[in-house]
T-cell receptor, first 114, second 116 residues
Framework: DAKTTQPPSMDCAEGRAANLPCNHS???????VYWYRQIHSQGPQYIIH???NNETNEMASLIITEDRKSSTLILPHATLRDTAVYYC???????????????FGKGTLLTVNP | GAVVSQHPSWVICKSGTSVKIECRSL??????MFWYRQFPKQSLMLMAT?????????EQGVEKDKFLINHASLTLSTLTVTSAHPEDSSFYIC????????????FGNGTRLTVT
């Protein structure tokens, strides 16, 4: 799976949009971009994923550049409860087995300030 | 979304004893589940891939005789830490998901193991 690069930390004011960048310049054509977050002492929570089109759900939006070498996760109105480590992970599409695994990097610690 | 239930959420045991952690998929069938370990201030590290009805696949450096994995049904995988030592104290997390080509994995809430 392609490797990802994220800033180690970011700050955001409560109520403002949080834009978390991720570089994945070696991404392959069949690899999806997944975003998860981990609040302290909990298991990771799935946020969103996409292949090449922008995606939006009730939690966030995912913007993937046209060349797919980078993406941005957008939390439109950050709250204090969004303080967490956010992981950007690239994974190939597959029908299961060991290729289904997710490899975690160090992620970005997002701190939402009041 | 898919729900993964992990039990117990925390456990304290004495050195030399064994501890079993259960991971259940509540609303999907999981032919494959994954076990991760996380030390303080570090990221999640994959320990092993649990395969229903067959042997688990362990990552390099993970002792298969120490971390026993059983995946006897499509909804339950267990991790047993045998002869636990203080250095095994960690946060253990399981994950799984419907086996379709781009389904996300979902994670349990983790088990905090403390070995005294």
């Amino acid at each position: 799976d392609a490797k990802t690069t994220q800033p180690p930390s970011m700050d955001c004011a409560e109520g403002r949009a949080a834009n978390l960048p991720c570089n994945h310049s070696t991404i392959s054509g069949n690899e999806y971009v997944y975003w998860y977050r981990q609040i302290h002492s909990q298991g990771p929570q799935y946020i969103i994923h996409g292949l090449k089109n922008n995606e939006t759900n009730e939690m966030a939006s995912l913007i993937i550049t046209e060349d797919r070498k980078s993406s941005t996760l957008i939390l439109p109105h950050a709250t204090l409860r969004d303080t967490a480590v956010y992981y950007c992970i690239v994974r190939a599409a597959g029908s299961g087995g060991s290729n289904y695994k997710l490899t975690f990097g160090k992620g970005t610690l997002l701190t939402v300030n009041p | 979304g898919a729900v993964v239930s992990q039990h117990p959420s925390w456990v304290i045991c004495k050195s030399g004893t064994s501890v079993k952690i259960e991971c259940r998929s509540l609303d999907f069938q999981a032919t494959t589940m994954f076990w991760y370990r996380q030390f303080p201030k570090q990221s999640l590290m994959l320990m092993a891939t649990s395969n229903e009805g067959s042997k688990a696949t362990y990552e390099q450096g993970v002792e298969k005789d120490k971390f026993l994995i059983n995946h006897a049904s499509l909804t339950l995988s267990t991790l047993t830490v045998t002869s636990a030592h203080p250095e095994d104290s960690s946060f253990y997390i399981c994950s799984g998901g419907p086996s379709s080509y781009n389904s996300p994995l979902h994670f349990g809430n983790g088990t905090r193991l403390t070995v005294t």
